[in-house]
């Protein structure tokens, strides 16, 4: 039987936006692939009324509460491919099956890619993180490590002094001008030009020169891709960021294909997961709206 939403992504955004159109008994299929951005984090910050609590629970909680409307279909599933137009959607599944629906969503969310250096990929969501408003606080003012990985480092460096001492690895992926110098030592921010060659211990950065230092946290701003390309094999138009490649949306949420809709860390910028659940409130909303006039 054809939905009225297939959402793309059960995570944060998706369940929000799937929640709207519950709550306005629409017929919704999720098909989620269970690859949280967030999974290898161990406490969620920043999140009104879940602050600090575990990001899989706040998922496993959310999801217990969307199966409580009839009118939700849940599938533990890759979608493998996603073709068709308003009004006729059709979504395969890795299985081979295929389920059609009136709109379409992507809250695919995005994959990380990190600096090549030995030792971050292990730390990241543990002792290395992208945002100071989701992990600054628990550094407690202690020593920040900033692992640059190309021109956003800069305003990252500029930032991050307001939770503790920074120190600006360059790592030959940017080079300072006088004048971004001359304020960043204003704010206190030392700039180290030797190459970074691991990671090591907790937060520990070594050196080309032999030389180990250790952080309270570390801080890095990896380029995000979405995570699987279905929104731009359906046609959907991407574009460029600070934070790397997005799905183009309008206000309203919706792509450049009619009917196909995006939310989350996959169509907007800044990522948290505060952010991702009000944009996947307001794409459900509006997709909601699209079904009505």
Not at 140 to 163: K, V
Request: hydrophobic share 45%; with cysteine; aromatic share 6%.
């Amino acid at each position: 039987m054809k939905k009225d939403v297939i959402v793309i992504g059960g995570s944060y955004a998706g369940m929000a936006a799937a929640l709207q159109l519950l709550r306005a008994r629409r017929s919704v299929l999720i098909v989620d692939a269970g690859q949280r951005r967030n999974r290898f984090a161990s406490h969620s910050h920043g999140f009104l009324g879940q602050d600090g609590v575990d990001p899989a629970a706040i998922w496993r909680s959310a999801r217990e509460q969307l199966l409580l409307y009839p009118t939700l279909t849940w599938i533990d599933a890759t979608a493998t491919g996603a073709v068709g137009q308003r009004e006729e959607f059709r979504v395969t599944l890795e299985d081979g099956s295929g389920h059609e629906g009136r709109r379409l969503l992507f809250a695919v969310g995005v994959r990380d890619i990190l600096p090549e250096i030995p030792g971050l990929a292990e730390r990241w969501g543990r002792t290395v993180f992208h945002c100071p408003y989701c992990h600054g606080y628990e550094l407690d003012r202690g020593r920040i490590g900033l692992l640059a990985s190309g021109p956003m480092a800069l305003h990252q460096a500029q930032l991050l002094p307001e939770w503790g001492e920074v120190t600006l690895f360059t790592n030959g992926a940017v080079t300072p001008d006088a004048a971004a110098l001359a304020d960043l030592a204003a704010r206190g921010v030392v700039v180290e030009t030797a190459p970074v060659v691991r990671l090591d211990g907790e937060a520990e950065v070594v050196l080309a020169d032999g030389r180990c230092l250790g952080f309270a946290g570390l801080f890095t701003a990896g380029r995000n891709v979405p995570v699987t390309p279905l929104a731009e094999s359906l046609g959907c138009e991407l574009e460029e960021t600070p934070f790397g490649t997005q799905i183009r949306t309008d206000a309203a949420k919706e792509t450049t294909v009619p009917g196909a809709f995006a939310c989350g860390d996959a169509a907007r910028v800044p990522h948290s997961v505060s952010l991702a659940v009000g944009d996947g409130a307001w794409a459900g909303a509006q997709m909601h709206r699209s079904l009505v006039f």
